[in-house]
């Protein structure tokens, strides 16, 4: 038995995914906008989202609109803005109790669909702009969320070495935006990219849940009908690193943040992806990965070490919390465990404990309908078709050439390094 069904039909400028399953006590609808990462569009789209779910034409102010929420037995809308790859995604998700479960019959699912079509085609506007207080709290907001990043000394070192790395591609720009272009946004300009985004960006939506698909087709035809478009594609270019870079940058703090990034020229559309994962598993992705156990426990040089992939852009990044005086230290054995990766050097008990890992963290994403939704979601960003039990049996069916001959492709591009006053040593 499938481990998920999914079902897509095109259906007037949308793909609808059915996902049939009576796991959660809710049903979850998913609407996901994709348009390629560009400097002037991030900002718009990381407002937009937030101005939509804020009031509706119908439900004029956040008080008005969240009561009724609250009417649908605690329905919940969230909306929010990511990156994968070089593509900007804006996502709203609504969930809401199975009508199943209630004690008398009440059209909820539809409520719901009629809900979410509401804030994404009826929203709080007039002669062609936003409603003008709506804009300027959620711009208030947003310049807050992207002033934050400076304190949040993770975050920030994170998206520092992003910069750095990716200066001359999309990719360096923040999902939530540039905080100099926030005020410049006014309710018309906003409105006018309101209705460009919904012309020409790839649309999907999710329907998970305990639902008849005829029924939750019809509600569909009567909610969402968009024009026909070809949404606008990224190629995926192989960046050649000529040289790695090393910066450093100097702030007020006491524990130094080192981020070290690789291109690895492996992206999901790729054959060798779950060799990947799999190398990125032993690396530094779990508490047995080498840097968890050499960098942090026997050299005892970080507070925290690990790695992560970014699956659509070729990126594998080291995220660690050391003292200054420590720099070059851990950089040095950072790289011996790469090295040692390339080499081969992992025992067969490596191999079977991340393979186990890596399927359970999967399985366990799954759990929740917008963990699921997730996971799915990276097939439209890839233009792939790879169910979860493909997804399953290609990571058990990794071997230890495979992962060595991933080391192959992966190239150091830039260190870099946050620290106080200290100077490192």
Known sequence: M??????TIKHQGVTVHFVPTSKY??????????????E???????LLPNVLQSNTETFPTSTAFRNHLDGLYGASLFADVGKKGEYHIMSFQMEMVNEKYLSHKEPLLEQAFGLLAEVLTKPNAKGGQFDSNTVAKEKRALKQRLESIYDDKMRYSSLRLTQEMCVEENY????????????????ESLYAYYERAFAEDELDLYVIGDIEEEHAMDVVNRYFQFGERKPESVSYINHQVQEAKELQEIQDIKQGKLNIGYRTNITYKDPDYFALQMFNGIFGAFSHSKLFINVREKASLAYYAASRLESHKGLLMVMSGIDNKNYEQAVTIIKEQMEAMKRGDFTEQEIVQTKAIIKNQLLETIDTSRGLTEVLYHNVVADQDITLDEW???????TREEIIACGEKIV?????????MEVAE
């Open 2 to 7: 499938a481990v998920v069904t999914e079902r």
């Open 25 to 38: 006590k809710t049903n979850t609808l998913v609407w996901k906008m994709k348009a390629p990462l560009k």
């Open 40 to 46: 002037e569009t991030v900002t718009l789209r990381a």
């Open 172 to 187: 360096r720009l923040d999902a939530n935006g540039i905080a100099d272009r926030v005020e410049e946004i006014t309710p």
């Open 392 to 398: 399953l049996r290609r990571v058990d069916e990794v």
């Open 412 to 420: 150091l591009d830039t260190i870099y390094f946050l620290h106080g």
